[in-house]
């Protein structure tokens, strides 16, 4: 989901993450691949006490432009918001992202990059070559810790579909579970064309994640 360059913490300065990926069918990704537009928006309220993480651009060269925020140096609790949007011909899945995090963050030291505890999903959905798939499949999120953080286990994922790009949503059942990951049973109604997901996952410290993807893949 995030570029292997962030998201970190140096000091009293954090780097949120400026891009991010969505569900990967047929073994490739979608929404993560050039013309996504990657907001960070500034002055959300906090969630349940969160604080909202503001950033404002680094001012770097062109093409090397990042959001930069200057951050308390004592352990908060942080909310931070990410929307991503695109509109590509020809490609109409992942046409928009919506991620919210919560995770607390303390002061990091001077000589290292602290990474942020920013909570993934991962989905992997077998689709055909057009990335549509079958309407009773199998919808597999997996929750994950970027490489740097020591995560606590994960508590029960839970996942919401949409049919009508998250004008209404339904909860889903899982399947099975293996790890920290759970397959979800997809049973869609025979009038539907696109899947708008919605994943929840939580560990054990409070690091939190909601993200939604709207037409994350097609239907046969």
């Not at 990091?108 to 499949?137: H, I």
């Not at 994960?154 to 996942?159: A, C, K, M, S």
Request: glycine letters at 12%; a neutral charge; hydrophobic letters at 35%.
């Amino acid at each position: 989901m995030l570029e292997a360059m962030g998201p970190y913490r140096h000091r009293d300065a954090a780097r949120p993450p400026q891009d991010e990926g969505a569900v990967r069918t047929g073994g490739h990704p979608l929404g993560a691949d050039e013309g996504v537009d990657g907001r960070v928006p500034r002055g959300r309220p906090g969630a349940r006490g969160g604080r909202a993480l503001r950033g404002e651009p680094s001012g770097g060269d062109e093409g090397d432009d990042y959001i930069a925020a200057e951050v308390a140096p004592d352990t908060l609790a942080y909310r931070l918001v990410q929307d991503t949007a695109r509109d590509l011909p020809d490609r109409p899945y992942s046409t928009r992202t919506h991620t919210e995090w919560a995770f607390r963050s303390g002061h990091a030291g001077d000589t290292a990059l602290q990474t942020l505890p920013l909570v993934q999903v991962d989905y992997a959905v077998a689709t055909d070559l057009s990335g549509k798939a079958g309407r009773r499949t199998e919808v597999p999120v997996t929750p994950s810790h970027l490489a740097g953080v020591a995560g606590s286990r994960f508590r029960p994922v839970t996942l919401d579909v949409s049919y009508d790009d998250g004008a209404t949503w339904r909860r889903t059942d899982p399947a099975r579970g293996g790890g920290d990951g759970v397959r979800f049973h997809l049973d869609a109604p025979a009038q539907a064309r696109f899947v708008t997901l919605r994943a929840s996952a939580r560990d054990a410290d409070g690091n939190a994640v909601t993200q939604t993807v709207v037409r994350a893949f097609g239907l046969r």
